[in-house]
């Protein structure tokens, strides 16, 4: 299925659709997680990882992707399932080399994604503090996030003193990207409960163990019946919820990963390629998106879905920030669209091919269904 999205007054086509897979939730570690990835030109995991599936549950704080069956580093109970990772094998292809920037203008996050680590952290200690922002979310008081006294907030790349994170929202569903090497988390939050419901990337960086950047990409709208109504582009949040729990997140074996460069360098051609025709994006087939949610659908023919689509030429991204997650091969960009639309792109590789692709755009709707 084709849109067209109007973005900085450039009309643009895309595609969104996504497909099924046989996981029901996202991917996590059981047993001892990896520790972090080490130097930015890290192969791609330092530690071994073993494949679960953990889900999240509304109204608690869920056991997500990396927490361990123990439950160490204070992650909650969830369901884990041992058990061998179902990714595709073969060699690891480059992801185009190391990033150099997105299109006009150079990723500020740099091809570590941050450029330094935040301290010692864990998949376990990156988990408790994502389970710690579901307990703040849910009942609206940032007082029960472990904050540094010089943490800094940004709501759609603005910087607020109050945020999301205010407002009371019972939790669906959650999807962790848990960052070793920088020391910070992405989760896609999907809230399909009541009239107002929303899915939100949200990045939190720590340092010593306490949250010192709290970074959210908000798109809402109002639900009535069949009738949903948002700024926000192709907004669908229980439709999102429903296909991004079809998706297999299984951890991919480590020798079958990417570096963090490579995955990096992956996004960065697919930003690049709007500006550049000549950017080789490496795609997978088939490759599953999901955009904003509206129109997928689980049951999609999966043999014959593909990302490549191709899009309009001129089209700048700004101020990307990267989070990677080695054990998933999994990388997302935090960035403005067209270089005004707050907007995140998560990218899943396996052998090297991106074979899934997430979107958050926020305020680029019509206003109308």
Not at 60 to 81: E, F, K, L, R, Y
């Amino acid at each position: 299925m084709r849109h067209h999205l109007i973005s900085a007054g450039v009309s643009i086509v895309l595609c969104c659709a996504c497909g099924a897979n046989s996981s029901d939730s996202p991917s996590g570690t059981a047993g001892k997680s990896s520790s972090s990835a080490g130097a930015s030109n890290s192969s791609g995991g330092s530690g071994a990882s073993q494949a679960g599936s953990v889900s999240g549950v509304a109204g608690a704080a869920p056991s997500v992707a990396g927490s361990s069956a123990g439950g160490a580093g204070g992650a909650s109970a969830g369901s884990a399932n041992g058990g061998a990772t179902s990714s595709s094998g073969g060699s690891i292809a480059s992801g185009g080399g190391k990033a150099t920037g997105t299109a006009g203008s150079p990723a500020s996050g740099g091809a570590a994604g941050g450029g330094t680590t935040g301290g010692n952290c864990t998949r376990e200690s990156l988990t408790a503090i994502a389970d710690a922002y579901q307990v703040a979310q849910t009942a609206g008081d940032k007082s029960k996030l472990p904050l540094s006294p010089s943490a800094t907030f940004t709501e759609n790349f603005k910087t607020t003193t109050k945020g999301i994170w205010e407002t009371p929202l019972t939790i669906a569903y959650r999807h962790d990207l848990l960052d070793t090497f920088a020391c910070q988390t992405f989760s896609e939050v999907y809230v399909t409960e009541g009239a107002q419901q929303y899915v939100i990337g949200l990045r939190m960086a720590i340092t010593d163990g306490k949250i010192s950047e709290l970074e959210s990409i908000v798109t809402t709208g109002t639900v009535s019946g069949s009738t949903i109504t948002s700024n926000d582009w192709n907004f669908d949040a229980k439709a999102y919820l429903t296909c991004a729990k079809s998706e297999d997140w299984s951890v991919v074996p480590e020798a079958q990963r990417n570096t963090r460069e490579q995955l990096i360098a992956a996004g960065e051609a697919y930003f690049m390629v709007f500006s550049d025709k000549s950017s080789a994006v490496p795609w997978g087939m088939p490759c599953y998106r999901l955009e904003g949610g509206k129109g997928c659908t689980p049951a999609a023919d999966k043999a014959s879905q593909t990302c490549n689509v191709g899009v309009p030429s001129g089209i700048n991204f700004k101020n990307t920030h990267w989070v990677v997650d080695l054990e998933l091969n999994t990388a997302v960009g935090l960035t403005l669209f067209g270089g005004a639309a707050p907007d995140s792109h998560m990218f899943r590789l396996l052998s090297g091919k991106i074979v899934k692709v997430h979107t958050l755009t926020q305020g680029t709707g019509s206003g109308s269904p």
